[in-house]
Nanobody, 120 residues
Framework: QVQLVESGGGLVQPGGSLRLSCAASGNIFSLYAVGWYRQAPGKQRELVATMPSGGSTSYADSVKGRFTLSRDNAKNTAYLQMNSLKPEDTAVYYC??????????????WGQGTQVTVSS
């Protein structure tokens, strides 16, 4: 059974940095696209960054130049490095991955979410 586990969230001051991790575990045959989304209180979930398995990474305009999405395919892990954080970055951050498991169809998986709070 495939699952995604996020870590690295927390409280940080404006201008600070955090690094989120998203580890995929279970009977994974192949990891395709990975992405990070976020949802602030009272708002819809929005795309932060996405990386296809063989293409270039896309970022929301609000995080371009500050956030970097990377992946380690050998570890089935994706990362989101967040620099120059702003209070408006406060949200629950969710990892999303397109995974084909052994004996199971290719589909989207979501992590449980990790809280990021930017406040002084």
């Amino acid at each position: 059974q495939v699952q995604l586990v996020e870590s690295g969230g927390g409280l940080v001051q404006p201008g600070g940095s955090l690094r989120l991790s998203c580890a995929a575990s279970g009977n994974i045959f192949s990891l395709y696209a990975v992405g990070w989304y976020r949802q602030a209180p009272g708002k819809q979930r929005e795309l932060v960054a996405t990386m296809p398995s063989g293409g270039s990474t896309s970022y929301a305009d609000s995080v371009k130049g500050r956030f970097t999405l990377s992946r380690d395919n050998a570890k089935n892990t994706a990362y989101l490095q967040m620099n120059s954080l702003k209070p408006e970055d406060t949200a629950v951050y969710y990892c999303n991955a397109d995974i084909k498991g052994w004996g199971s169809p290719r589909r989207d998986y979501w992590g449980q979410g990790t809280q990021v709070t930017v406040s002084s």
